[in-house]
């Protein structure tokens, strides 16, 4: 197994092996972000890399987004870019050791860069990090993958990983995926159960 460290990453960023960087706010979380009324949420995004949802949210009136990532690389050039950007909601550290609570997560491409074995953990901390009531939406992929990352699963897997923490309002095909990811993609809304 490929140790998924921030050396892994960063090199990736820096040789330019983004293959999962659509260059663009993702589809389905941009349409979500557009119908969120509550422009006071206070939102993750977690292995947000070059942080187009963190950008396309921000724009949108939704300014208590929070970029993170394991990787300084992606994070510097996000704040080159975006200079006026608060850097207080800009944390470079691993998922699993960040604090804080959250009305949403976005999850994209960060659950299947992720080594399986970190699965149960990943689901655990996600409910940690939200508030009561807040909610995990994105999307996962509906495939397998050749080595990894990244790395697939399918809806079954990810039903039992999340139903110990979450309710279910939406677990189905995407629908609105980008051309080539149509047809390999789930799109989640997970509510935070309360436990």
Same mark, same amino acid.
């Given at each position: ?20 960087? +659509?260059?663009? #706010?993702?589809?389905?979380? &941009? ?7 509550? /422009?006071?949420?206070?939102? @993750? $995004? ?67 860069? +992720?080594?399986? #074995?970190?699965?149960?953990? &990943? ?7 939200? /508030?009561?009531?807040?909610? @995990? $939406? ?58």
């Amino acid at each position: 197994m490929i140790d998924l460290d921030e050396n892994f990453w960063s090199s990736r960023y820096e040789n330019g092996y983004t293959g999962w960087d +659509l260059g663009y #706010a993702s589809p389905p979380l &941009y349409q979500y972000l557009c119908q969120i009324e509550k /422009k006071d949420s206070v939102i @993750l $995004v977690p292995g947000g890399g070059n942080a187009y949802e963190v950008v396309a949210a921000f724009a949108i009136g939704l300014k208590k987004v929070h970029l993170l990532d394991i990787s300084k690389v992606p994070i510097a050039r996000f704040l080159e870019k975006n200079p006026s950007f608060p850097k207080s909601q800009v944390h470079h550290e691993n998922f699993f050791e960040h604090s804080g609570q959250y009305d949403l997560i976005l999850e994209q491409t960060f659950f299947c860069a +992720l080594d399986p #074995a970190l699965r149960v953990d &990943y689901a655990a901390k996600m409910a940690e990090l939200l /508030k009561p009531g807040g909610k @995990l $939406v994105g999307v996962l992929f509906d495939r397998d993958f050749e080595g990894g990352p990244p790395f697939g699963g399918s809806a079954e897997e990810y039903r039992e990983l999340f139903k110990p923490y979450f309710h279910f309002e939406k677990f189905e095909p995407c629908h609105n995926s980008v051309p080539p990811r149509m047809g390999s993609e789930l799109f989640m809304i997970l509510k935070k159960s309360n436990l």
